[in-house]
């Protein structure tokens, strides 16, 4: 069985930056997609961001999309997260998941029930 770390979140200040990390262990995840979900306090889960098994393309939801990067590192197992520009409605718990079955169609594969493995969450907090 795999599991799924997250690290890097924290305080920051509106117009900050935070690179959060997703460092994978147990199994090779190699030919999971992978994906960034966030949870702010009494709001469902959202999805952020995810990237296919062939790293060839990435997927953001509009409130992220210009601000956010998703990244993989094989080599290393670790799925990144670089967050920019990041604003006070960004804070949340923000949790890496991955997903075993094989999408061409990464942006169907957006709901929190398509990811078979996930993370403990890393809190972000941005100040105003």
């Known amino acids: 069985q795999g599991q799924l770390v997250e690290s890097g979140g924290g305080l920051v200040q509106t117009g900050g930056s935070l690179r959060l990390s997703c460092a994978a262990s147990?199994?090779?995840?190699?030919?999971?997609?992978m994906g960034w979900f966030r949870q702010a306090p009494g709001k469902e889960r959202e999805f952020v961001a995810n990237?296919?098994?062939?790293?060839?393309?990435?997927y953001y939801a509009d409130s992220v999309k210009g601000r956010f990067t998703i990244s993989r590192d094989k080599s290393e197992n670790t799925v990144y997260l670089q967050m920019n520009s990041l604003k006070p409605e960004d804070t949340a718990v923000y949790y890496c998941?991955?997903?075993?079955?094989?999408?061409?169609?990464?942006?169907?594969?957006?709901?929190?029930?398509?990811?078979?493995?996930w993370g403990q969450g890393t809190q972000v907090t941005v100040s105003s």
């Open positions: 147990g199994r090779t995840f190699s030919t999971y997609a």
């Open positions: 990237i296919n098994w062939n790293d060839v393309r990435t």
């Open positions: 998941a991955a997903d075993r079955e094989i999408h061409e169609n990464i942006e169907a594969v957006t709901t929190a029930d398509e990811y078979d493995y």
